[in-house]
């Protein structure tokens, strides 16, 4: 796209930066100026439009106190979920038999369609926030165990054989050997049932709720203002955006020993 | 200080479990004034493996009797049993027959007397070098700043100083061997196992590590079992050679390495000794190779 094709570097950070930025510019120029010619403001909006109901959100004392609840009932999902699903992939990986007699039951379980739970979620949890807590709970929670089962059993025989030798215990083998090995597995389900646990609880706010961003988008969108509805479900994605990035820094920190980092070269050469 | 090598029928064997009564000295290495000349020792063992039906005879009427102190190798081709011998002095899997006993107390399962160093580095890829070489005095609860020094100590001692803070995936193969070593003689163990530590190396490292591994060993005199593929290497390091053969895996012969320590591994190919034993034992060797090709 760029007049001088012999100065451009697809690899340089900059040059990529720019094209990113050209894109989004681009899109949002042909909605701004298509609107009302190209589509129908009515279904899709106007940028402009969009920016302003966003505004008004973050103005109001309201979406606060949605945002709160949401998150609420996001992070107490999420919580529950993980370390039942952990402790129950923990459990059952190190009970083989359990592991066995189980599986076929919670196979069904997680096939079951977490929205066709949703008219029995309100007679068991009433309109509250613990059918979103619980909803969102049951979507981390077997992600979480899958995992958690699979990291432990995929541990290698040979590190905990030398461990044996060197006189380690069945329970220090268990929290030296297997845990850290299956952290990796672990590490990855907590960031995979992020988006999921934000959708067991947007999902349960639409079935029935008074309070929370989904209620508020549903609110929205049955008004059809369309361009406020819009601007709530950027406003989500940020959010989601901003929760995946702070789970992948961590990640990055935490588990580091992964990735050989730029020393292995220089290290073998002295070597 | 000999390596018996007996292939008899499995009724005469009997005799030499009874014999050694250095139980006592076996917990503790350092406390026996004189060696046991039969402080390792292999009674007619033999180890079938079942697998889809099928047995495989890996190790068939095997009698070995290691002095304390003593470096030995095997050197064999490969599905000789090797690897199985050492698993079973480990105590990792039990022989089918036979006996395994250790300053005269038999093995039972796994226990810190016997220390191995595997083929593969096996060190954790989460701990750093220094936690995972004192990671066996973690295991027995040596307090935190003892086990640093006893590990900065080792890796100092191989080159590895400055070393501590990496991961094992920051560090090339001769390091993280290097560290496989270190980690098992930061504990001490009577007996160290050794499954082809230099195997993945190149010549050039390897011959290094040789060096290093001997200069080591002179100072602390464990008794080692050390598997090599590597005729070359069997006898530069060893006071005893044992040859194993394949199909059925069995102990061929045994020959005493006559050669001086401390030994210059760099020049010891120079040796008449060593032209003279690596001549006659590679022409058993060769054959059992082409055996076990066929």
């Given at each position: 796209?760029?007049?001088?094709?012999?100065?451009?570097?697809?690899?340089?950070?900059?040059?990529?930066?720019i094209?990113?930025?050209l894109?989004a510019?681009?899109?949002?120029l042909?909605?701004?100026?298509?609107?009302?010619?190209?589509?129908?403001i009515f279904?899709?909006?106007?940028?402009?439009?969009i920016?302003?109901?966003?505004?008004?959100d973050?103005r109001?004392?309201?979406f606060?106190?949605d945002?709160g609840?949401?998150?609420?009932?996001?992070?107490?999902?999420?919580v529950?979920?993980g370390?039942a699903?952990?402790a129950?992939?923990?459990?059952?990986?190190?009970?083989r038999y359990?592991a066995k007699?189980?599986?076929?039951?919670l196979?069904?379980?997680?096939?079951?369609?977490?929205?066709?739970?949703?008219?029995m979620?309100?007679?068991?949890?009433?309109i509250?926030?613990s059918?979103?807590?619980?909803?969102a709970?049951?979507?981390?929670?077997?992600?979480?165990?899958?995992?958690?089962?699979?990291?432990?059993?995929?541990?290698?025989?040979?590190?905990?054989?030398?461990?044996?030798?060197?006189?380690?215990?069945?329970?220090q083998i268990?929290?030296?050997?297997?845990?850290?090995?299956a952290?990796s597995?672990?590490?990855?389900?907590?960031?995979?049932?992020l988006?999921?646990?934000?959708?067991?609880?947007i999902?349960?706010e639409?079935?029935?709720?008074?309070v929370?961003?989904?209620?508020?988008?549903?609110?929205?969108?049955?008004a059809?203002?369309?361009?406020?509805?819009?601007?709530?479900?950027?406003?989500?994605?940020?959010?989601?955006?901003?929760l995946?990035?702070?789970?992948?820094?961590?990640?990055?920190r935490?588990?580091?020993?992964?990735d050989?980092?730029?020393?292995?070269a220089?290290?073998?050469?002295?070597? | 200080?000999?390596?018996?090598?007996?292939?008899?029928?499995?009724g005469?064997m009997?005799s030499?479990?009874?014999?050694?009564?250095?139980?006592?000295?076996?917990?503790?290495p350092s406390?026996?004034?004189?060696?046991?000349?039969d402080?390792?020792?292999?009674?007619?063992?033999?180890?079938?493996?079942?697998?889809?039906?099928?047995a495989?005879?890996?190790?068939?009427?095997?009698?070995?009797?290691?002095?304390?102190?003593?470096f030995?190798?095997?050197?064999?081709?490969s599905?000789?049993g090797?690897?199985?011998l050492?698993?079973l002095v480990?105590g990792l899997?039990?022989?089918?027959?036979?006996?395994?006993?250790?300053g005269?107390a038999?093995?039972?399962g796994?226990?810190?007397?016997i220390?191995?160093?595997?083929?593969?580095?096996?060190?954790?890829?989460?701990?750093?070098?220094r936690?995972?070489?004192?990671?066996?005095?973690?295991?027995?609860g040596?307090?935190?700043?003892e086990?640093?020094?006893?590990?900065d100590?080792?890796m100092h001692?191989?080159?590895?100083?400055?070393?501590?803070?990496?991961?094992?995936?920051?560090?090339?193969?001769g390091?993280?061997?290097r560290?496989?070593?270190?980690?098992?003689?930061?504990?001490?163990?009577?007996v160290?196992?050794?499954d082809e530590?230099?195997?993945?190396?190149?010549?050039?490292?390897?011959?290094?590590?040789q060096?290093?591994?001997?200069?080591?060993?002179?100072?602390?005199?464990?008794?080692?079992?050390?598997?090599?593929?590597?005729?070359s290497?069997?006898?530069?390091?060893?006071?005893q050679?044992?040859?194993?053969?394949t199909?059925?895996?069995r102990?061929i012969?045994?020959?005493?390495?006559g050669?001086?320590?401390?030994?210059?591994?760099?020049q010891?190919?120079?040796?008449?000794?060593?032209r003279?034993?690596?001549?006659?034992?590679?022409?058993?060797?060769?054959?059992?190779?082409?055996?076990?090709?066929?």
């Open positions: 796209m760029t007049s001088r094709p012999s100065l451009f570097d697809p690899d340089s950070a900059r040059a990529v930066f094209g990113r930025l894109l510019v681009s899109v949002l042909l909605w701004q100026l298509g609107a009302g010619h190209l589509f129908d279904f899709f909006g106007k940028p402009t439009l920016a302003a109901s966003i505004f008004n973050l109001d004392p309201g606060y106190r945002l609840v949401t998150g609420m009932e996001f992070g107490m999902g999420y529950i979920g370390f699903g952990i129950c992939g923990v459990l059952l990986a190190r009970w359990m007699l189980a599986d076929p039951f196979q069904a379980l997680n096939a079951v369609p977490r929205i066709a739970l949703a008219p979620l309100i007679v068991w949890f009433g509250g926030m059918s979103k807590v619980f909803l709970a049951t979507l981390v929670f077997f992600i979480m165990f899958f995992n958690t089962l699979s990291g432990i059993r995929s541990v290698s025989p040979a590190l905990c054989s030398v461990a044996k030798i060197q006189g380690a215990t069945q329970w268990f929290t030296k050997i297997m845990l850290p090995s952290s597995w672990i590490f990855t389900g907590l960031k995979m049932s988006p999921f646990a934000l959708v067991g609880v999902l349960g639409f079935m029935v709720s008074s929370g961003l989904g209620y508020r988008l549903n609110a929205y969108a049955t059809y203002n369309t361009s406020a509805a819009l601007g709530m479900i950027m406003i989500m994605m940020c959010l989601m955006m901003l995946t990035w702070g789970a992948n820094a961590l990640d990055a935490l588990m580091g020993w992964r050989g980092g730029g020393d292995g220089a290290a073998a050469l002295k070597a | 200080m000999e390596v018996e090598q007996l292939e008899r029928e499995a005469n009997t030499t479990i009874a014999a050694s009564t250095a139980g006592a000295s076996a917990a503790n406390a026996p004034a004189s060696p046991a000349a402080y390792l020792v292999l009674s007619n063992i033999a180890k079938t493996f079942i697998a889809r039906g099928n495989t005879n890996a190790l068939s009427a095997t009698n070995l009797t290691i002095g304390q102190g003593q030995v190798t095997l050197v064999g081709p599905g000789c090797k690897s199985t050492l698993n480990a899997i039990e022989p089918s027959e036979g006996t395994i006993t250790i005269g038999p093995v039972r796994t226990d810190r007397r220390g191995y160093v595997t083929q593969a580095d096996n060190l954790l890829p989460w701990r750093t070098l936690d995972n070489v004192a990671f066996p005095l973690e295991l027995a040596v307090p935190v700043a086990r640093r020094e006893r590990a100590f080792w001692r191989v080159g590895l100083a400055g070393f501590g803070d990496a991961y094992p995936s920051e560090l090339s193969g390091m993280r061997q560290g496989n070593i270190i980690r098992t003689l930061i504990y001490g163990p009577p160290i196992l050794m530590p230099f195997g993945p190396l190149d010549a050039q490292t390897r011959i290094v590590l060096d290093l591994l001997l200069s080591i060993w002179e100072e602390s005199r464990s008794t080692v079992l050390f598997v090599t593929h590597d005729l290497e069997a006898i530069s390091l060893a006071d050679v044992v040859l194993m053969g199909k059925p895996g102990v012969r045994c020959e005493n390495v050669i001086e320590r401390p030994r210059d591994i760099f010891i190919h120079e040796h008449p000794e060593y003279r034993l690596y001549k006659q034992i590679w022409n058993d060797l060769g054959a059992q190779v082409k055996k076990a090709v066929e």
